[in-house]
């Protein structure tokens, strides 16, 4: 690696931390031994001007593989000294792949570069998760940056695993429900909710299951708000959830009909899932592009974490937020 350093470099103390930690400038990772790091003293910091084909050069989609990006979390894991004898055991057990041993040590290099898109990404889990638990949110950054430059549909979550790069309203929401879902009341919802999470794969992610799943979230909940409804409909919202909504914003005229609003807007929402459970004139399950599945399960989750606060609310226990709030 060559770093370029002006001539008060060395005797400022900031400017020697980074070029010892070989820290990339936007700190997204470290620099492999093409790149350049070039010290200011008058800041202290790293500077590195936009790269061309980062400003000029990306694509219109998501890709899902490139070279380059195999080529990065080559080096990355190289830098990151992942790659041993345990990894590829580990590989190996996890995914029944075999990264190949060629004389006394395994052809990392091949492999990375060659192997299905599908152990490359599992790869970068069973990676992350050989390190220790205070190390991986750094490295996890670095792989998002990586992902994010390359401008493939990835992105790692928080705990090593890859999922679908959506949207930031979308993981908002998805994050915002599952924080309501700790409550053991609501055991029946979090496990169809994250059933649609789970078919949301790196590779193929099916969206038609997400939201049907969702849905199916959406509706235990209705069931245990109301358990003479047998099934979630359009219908029947304004029956069940019309007195939690009096019950929490009647002191308030606006809220409520606010609120009210956003009921009949959920309607709406329910409307459209149930076209989701099938095809129309099929009995298999269609397939669903990204850009609606993400809207839908988005939805879904925002409607979800509002439903299970009025309930919590209403009828006792932890809200979303944290608080507690008791029956009257």
Request: aromatic share 8%; hydrophobic share 40%.
């Amino acid at each position: 690696m060559r770093v370029e350093r002006d001539q008060n470099v060395n005797t400022h103390p900031i400017g020697r931390t980074w070029a010892q930690k070989r820290t990339c400038p936007d700190g997204q990772g470290l620099l492999d031994g093409s790149d350049v790091v070039v010290l200011s003293s008058s800041h202290g910091k790293p500077f590195m001007p936009t790269l061309y084909s980062r400003a000029y050069m990306q694509p219109e989609a998501l890709l899902p593989d490139s070279r380059r990006l195999r080529v990065r979390l080559l080096a990355l894991a190289d830098n990151e000294r992942w790659l041993s004898s345990e990894l590829a055991a580990l590989i190996r057990r996890e995914l029944g792949a075999e990264v190949p041993f060629v004389w006394d040590s395994y052809n990392w290099d091949g492999w990375l570069k060659d192997c299905p898109l599908r152990d490359l990404l599992d790869f970068v889990t069973l990676a992350i998760c050989t390190r220790q638990q205070d190390r991986r949110p750094p490295i996890i950054a670095r792989v998002n940056a990586i992902f994010a430059q390359e401008s493939v549909a990835y992105e790692v979550a928080e705990d090593g695993s890859v999922r679908p790069k959506v949207d930031l309203e979308f993981a908002a929401a998805v994050r915002s429900a599952l924080a309501g879902l700790t409550n053991a009341r609501y055991r029946a919802v979090r496990a169809e909710f994250e059933l649609g999470q789970a078919a949301l794969t790196p590779i193929n992610p099916n969206w038609s299951s997400a939201t049907y799943h969702t849905f199916r979230a959406n509706e235990a909940l209705f069931r245990l708000v109301d358990p003479a409804q047998p099934r979630l409909v359009a219908g029947r919202v304004e029956q069940v959830y019309g007195p939690l909504v009096q019950a929490v914003y009647s002191g308030t005229p606006q809220l409520a009909r606010e609120a009210t609003a956003a009921l009949n807007g959920y309607k709406d929402w329910i409307d459209a899932a149930h076209f989701e459970r099938h095809a129309p004139g099929s009995e298999e399950p269609h397939d669903m592009p990204q850009s609606l599945g993400a809207l839908m399960v988005s939805q879904g989750a925002s409607y979800l974490r509002w439903l299970l606060d009025l309930d919590a609310r209403v009828n006792g226990g932890p809200t979303p937020e944290g608080e507690s709030h008791l029956s009257a």
